[in-house]
């Protein structure tokens, strides 16, 4: 089964992706899981100033996601 790539080369392309990247991330963030590094939870938090607990930072950013 081919596999697809798709190539994303403009700068609102990237960030949309990241936001993608960084929303999986917390996701799996608030299910329990630990990475290495600064959290996907801090990271979100500075760069939008959101403020409450996991879930509540996931939704905000769903929310974010979903107006952009």
């Known amino acids: ?20 990247a960084l929303k999986g991330a917390l996701k799996l963030e608030v299910a329990g899981m630990k990475r290495r590094g600064r959290s996907a939870y801090a990271i979100v938090k500075e760069e939008f100033g959101f403020k409450g607990s996991k879930q509540k930072v996931l939704e905000q950013l769903e929310e974010h996601i979903r107006i952009s």
């Open 1 to 20: 089964m081919p596999v697809s790539f798709n190539s994303y080369s403009t700068k609102q392309e990237i960030s949309n992706v990241r936001l993608v």
